[in-house]
């Protein structure tokens, strides 16, 4: 069963950088698309961030220029490089997967736990 592992939430300033981590790991042969949404409290999930194995990129509007997705493929790993921190960027961050093919069977969406990010002064 493939898993994913979030790290580098925390709390941060207005104006801070936070730098997110997410590894997959399983029987793993690759992945298509990787990616970060976000939920804040009494709101809906919304993507974030995500990039594809081809390094193809989509960022929400909120945080286009301040916010860089990047991906190791050979580690199954992918980054959120978030710079300019706002209080609004607050939320819990959850890694998603799609498309991943692994030496067994396919799984089509998988989720992290979710961490958390916090700016506040």
């Known amino acids: 069963q493939v898993q994913l592992v979030e790290s580098g939430g925390g709390l941060v300033q207005p104006g801070g950088s936070l730098r997110l981590s997410c590894a997959a790991s399983?029987?793993?042969?690759?992945?298509?698309?990787m990616g970060w949404y976000r939920q804040a409290p009494g709101k809906q999930r919304e993507l974030v961030a995500a990039?594809?194995?081809?390094?193809?990129?989509n960022y929400a509007d909120s945080v286009k220029g301040r916010f860089t997705i990047s991906r190791d493929n050979a580690k199954n790993t992918v980054y959120l490089q978030m710079n300019s921190l706002k209080p609004e960027d607050t939320a819990v961050y959850y890694c998603?997967?799609?498309?991943?093919?692994?030496?067994?069977?396919?799984?089509?969406?998988?989720w992290g736990q979710g961490t958390q990010v916090t700016v506040s002064s």
């Open positions: 990039i594809t194995s081809g390094g193809r990129t």
């Open positions: 399983g029987s793993i042969f690759s992945i298509y698309a």
């Open positions: 998603n997967a799609q498309g991943v093919v692994t030496t067994t069977h396919p799984e089509h969406d998988v």
